[in-house]
């Protein structure tokens, strides 16, 4: 695989000016998610609007590139969004970087940029670090 | 870029006369594997060995009456004499002690088993102590833990110096009158660094303590001899020497071995059973039971006859330049932090290392993508890395059989890594 289908400059540009990682003061919920082997910590944050749909998410928190470009794309991804609507998103998500959803434009047209993770399936050491954000958003929505 | 090494160890590294005995370097000239403290490639003399015992000797050993069961058997009892030749277990006649030759499924069950048979010849109570380093592999450390909080003795650490040196004065003050037990590893597998092993044995057996050596990442790279580490057990495994996955040895002083309990116990362990008791078989069938890997005992006396081809002096001293070169070169990269002594000659095989704030998992990961392969992590020690303020690091081991393209082309994959992250 070359390294430039994963490690490209829209992926590299998440972790050198990150939109989202930033702490909320008014979150209706914060989740804390681990990957104890990897050491990637993350602390997500989600504001709901008065319609019940997710009016900003945001994450603080380290690891490796493919953790923290991925919460940050998914941070984008949830901005209007019923908790529904991004549980569902976050169980494709999943089927995406573990291989059973190859469908690219099913991803694209509903993952938007975090489609460019599928290649993460290609790399099952790195799928924990891909999905931390993602797994630690369904069990706060799920909660 | 400045090295320590002369015109004609460059030389010697540059020139590789032992890839195209292991048919997986041979087929893939392309990679570059740099993970040998995990595991070590085989060379095809092993896989030869292994393929010649099934096709010609298979048979399940020790019991069969007839040839091939006796072949196979052989083959286990040569294996056990050679492995016991290749580590110095002579008795005073200068002949190998088999019998201190335990086969296991790797390092972690050798010292397992000991962890659980312990008490056979030293019983621990609430006050006594456990003695081990900060710089253990989990293998050499968890089962200790165990053991300790099952009988309320405390396990109490090695830690080394800002030399990353366990010195005489630590060794003095952590082995005491309530020590019973010394476990530590010979050679590190993160920082590298050679634990002196003699002088843990001989402070240990001051104070009628037993002395546990992991020789996991010694035994493949150095010229190992108990007797001059004087240490009571020594564990190790046959994968990291070129042998197969599988197979591991417990060494062990005779006498201590007569002394232990049985570890797993079924066919082929015993002398006689009745419904209600049952006689063991003299060490080491003793810890041995069920059919033994004897392919694999096979194949690892062949490792060992092919490391004694090379020299384990020849072997030693290769990697010494090879590990140096690695070191220098790191150091060489700004961006790099080499995690470990300053002096090169004192990583033995491995080198860790950092690459300024860039994960290690994305470190390893990229270089991946360019064929080369290297360990990032915890390495399974993960107290270690805490107590050195790291969360995880990479890792980069050699064996004889790399070269110095091989570290080359790590720190060309390394710039890479850095251009991706920051631009040129």
């Known amino acids: 695989m070359d390294v430039s289908s994963l490690y490209n400059e829209q992926f590299m540009d998440h972790i050198t000016h990150p939109d989202y990682k930033y702490p909320l003061d008014d979150a209706t919920y914060e989740h804390d998610g681990i990957n104890p082997s990897c050491g990637d910590e993350l602390h997500l944050f989600v504001r709901l609007g008065d319609d019940g749909r997710i009016e900003e998410s945001s994450y603080t928190g380290h690891g490796c590139a493919v953790s923290m470009a991925s919460a940050d794309m998914m941070s984008d991804l949830m901005v209007g969004k019923t908790p529904q609507e991004a549980i569902a998103l976050c169980e494709l998500f999943k089927n995406m970087v573990t291989g059973s959803e190859k469908d690219t434009e099913l991803l694209e047209d509903e993952l938007d940029e975090a489609a460019l993770l599928k290649d993460v399936s290609h790399m099952p050491a790195r799928v924990k670090c891909a999905e931390l954000a993602w797994r630690t958003l369904h069990e706060m929505l799920q909660a | ?424």
């Open chain 2, 1 to 424: 870029m400045a090295t320590m090494l002369s015109q004609d160890e460059l030389l010697r590294i540059d020139t590789n006369p032992h890839k195209a005995d292991f048919p997986l370097l041979a087929q893939n000239p392309e990679l570059v594997f740099l993970d040998s403290a995990a595991t070590a490639q085989r060379p095809l003399a092993v896989l030869d060995a292994q393929r010649h015992f099934y096709e010609t000797m298979n048979a399940n050993p020790l019991r069969g009456l007839y040839r091939l069961s006796v072949e196979a058997t052989q083959g286990i009892d040569n294996a056990r004499s050679h492995i016991a030749r290749f580590i110095g277990a002579l008795d005073e006649n200068g002949n190998p002690q088999s019998s201190s030759i335990v086969f296991t499924r790797n390092a972690s069950e050798a010292l397992n088993l000991l962890a659980q048979t312990i008490d056979g010849i030293v019983h621990l109570n609430p006050g006594d102590e456990v003695a081990i380093s900060i710089m253990e592999h989990h293998s050499n450390l968890i089962p200790w833990q165990r053991l300790c909080g099952a009988t309320g003795a405390k396990l109490v650490y090695f830690r080394p110096n800002n030399n990353y040196e366990i010195t005489q004065q630590e060794i003095e003050e952590k082995i005491g009158a309530r020590t019973k037990i010394v476990s530590v590893t010979h050679v590190s597998n993160v920082l590298g660094v050679q634990n002196d092993i003699r002088a843990i044995a001989e402070r240990a057996h001051q104070v009628g303590a037993l002395c546990i050596a992991d020789g996991a990442q010694s035994v493949p790279h150095l010229p190992v001899d108990v007797r001059s580490l004087d240490c009571d057990f020594l564990a190790f495994s046959a994968h990291k020497l070129g042998g197969p996955m599988g197979i591991g040895v417990l060494w062990g002083r005779p006498e201590l071995l007569d002394a232990l309990p049985p570890f797993l116990v079924g066919g082929e362990m015993i002398d006689s059973v009745t419904e209600t008791d049952a006689v063991w078989s003299p060490s080491p069938q003793k810890f041995e039971a069920g059919t033994q890997d004897a392919a694999g005992a096979f194949a690892t006396d062949a490792a060992l006859s092919y490391l004694e081809g090379l020299g384990m002096d020849v072997v030693e001293e290769r990697e010494r330049l090879l590990s140096m070169y690695l070191c220098e070169q790191l150091r060489g990269l700004d961006y790099v932090t080499v995690i470990g002594p300053d002096d090169p000659s004192r990583h033995v095989g491995s080198v860790a290392f950092d690459v300024a704030n860039i994960h290690p998992h994305d470190v390893a990961s990229i270089l991946d993508m360019s064929n080369v392969c290297i360990r990032a992590g915890h390495h399974c020690a993960q107290p270690l890395l805490t107590y050195l303020g790291w969360h995880s690091t990479c890792r980069a081991s050699v064996a004889f059989y790399n070269d110095k393209t091989d570290i080359d082309r790590l720190v060309d994959g390394l710039n890479s890594v850095w251009r991706i992250f920051n631009g040129r």
